[in-house]
């Protein structure tokens, strides 16, 4: 896989969100995320997808408290065609 990388946000950007019943789960880079696309055609996505990569947080958020469900050490991500495909399967259960 050839990606080519032009940029990165320093900034602590939300990568994922998704609402459940009672809170919300969050996948926040932790500063010093690289954007780039992908230079060619791969079993990944399709040439010029979009790439990230970064130390990411799995958080829930309920109401103003947040919890950190994971950590996930350099972890890359390819966005195309309204889809997100991640390298890594992430399976969470939030329990109350």
């Not at 889809?83 to 399976?91: D, I, R, Y």
């Amino acid at each position: 896989m050839s990606i080519f990388t032009p940029a990165v946000n320093e900034d602590q950007s939300i990568r994922a969100e998704q609402q459940t019943e009672k809170g919300t789960i969050l996948m926040i880079a932790k500063g010093g995320e690289e954007l780039g696309h992908l230079v060619v055609s791969s079993t990944m996505g399709q040439e010029c997808a979009q790439t990230f990569q970064s130390n990411y947080s799995i958080i829930y958020r309920q109401e103003d408290q947040d919890k950190v469900l994971m950590e996930l050490p350099i972890y890359s991500a390819i966005h195309q065609l309204e889809q997100v495909h991640w390298k890594k399967m992430l399976k969470i259960s939030i329990t109350n």
